[in-house]
T-cell receptor, first 116, second 111 residues
Framework: GAVVSQHPSRVICKSGTSVKIECRSL??????MFWYRQFPKKSLMLMAT?????????EQGVEKDKFLINHASLTLSTLTVTSAHPEDSSFYIC????????????FGPGTRLTVL | QKEVEQDPGPLSVPEGAIVSLNCTYS??????FMWYRQYSRKGPELLMY????GNKEDGRFTAQVDKSSKYISLFIRDSQPSDSATYLC???????????FGTGTQLKVEL
């Protein structure tokens, strides 16, 4: 299957700082990537769809200015959590669909963010 | 009513048992169906992908889709402790659409 990497795997930061999470498709190109948030023992919550060369599409209730998404190239999307607060602490996961047209998505290993 | 319903469990079975995991859905536009396995603190891993109604087998795993009943299943034969994880069903209408996930079923296979 296709490989998606995420960096960092874990980050601890102080309240008020910004944190950048990178998502890379390693062996395929992805014009679209998805960013999810997952709370303990809960399912994945789609935050936004990252589009290469255009603005991201955010799900209802997700603050665009809080969660900045940049799809810099066909293999890289970044999520920046700006002015992070303890309630932003969560597990953030990205995914990328292959170009097969089958809608299957391959997920990164996730980033655990802890805001103190 | 949620678009996709999945029993969250937890489901505990002895090693070697046959496990049946299920999801029901309400959106008749869904045509692509997936099962993901997620270990604790890891990203989901694609296990099975199916398109049409019927069965698809891959090793110890069998995915079953019944579009007329809007019901999908994942069967795990000869379950192993390493199968202990959360299993998420996911589906989409195609055309690059977003996936809609079930809540996930937590499975524990005990020695």
């Amino acid at each position: 299957g296709a490989v998606v990497s995420q960096h960092p795997s874990r980050v601890i930061c102080k309240s008020g700082t910004s944190v950048k999470i990178e998502c890379r498709s390693l062996d395929f190109q992805a014009t679209t990537m998805f960013w999810y948030r997952q709370f303990p023992k809960k399912s994945l919550m789609l935050m936004a769809t990252s589009n290469e060369g255009s603005k991201a599409t955010y799900e209802q209730g997700v603050e665009k200015d809080k969660f900045l998404i940049n799809h810099a190239s066909l293999t890289l999307s970044t999520l920046t959590v700006t002015s992070a607060h303890p309630e932003d602490s969560s597990f953030y996961i990205c995914s990328a669909p292959t170009t097969s047209g089958r809608d299957e998505q391959f997920f990164g290993p996730g980033t655990r963010l802890t805001v103190l | 009513q949620k678009e996709v319903e999945q029993d969250p469990g937890p489901l505990s079975v002895p090693e070697g048992a046959i496990v049946s995991l299920n999801c029901t859905y309400s959106n008749s536009a869904f045509q692509y169906f997936m099962w993901y396995r997620q270990y604790s603190r890891k990203g989901p891993e694609l296990l099975m992908y199916t398109y049409s109604s019927g069965n698809k087998e891959d090793g110890r795993f069998t995915a079953q889709v019944d579009k007329s009943s809007k019901y999908i299943s994942l069967f795990i034969r000869d379950s192993q402790p390493s199968d202990s994880a959360t299993y998420l069903c996911a589906m989409s209408a195609g055309g690059g659409n977003k996936l809609t996930f079930g809540t996930g079923t937590q499975l524990k296979v005990e020695l």
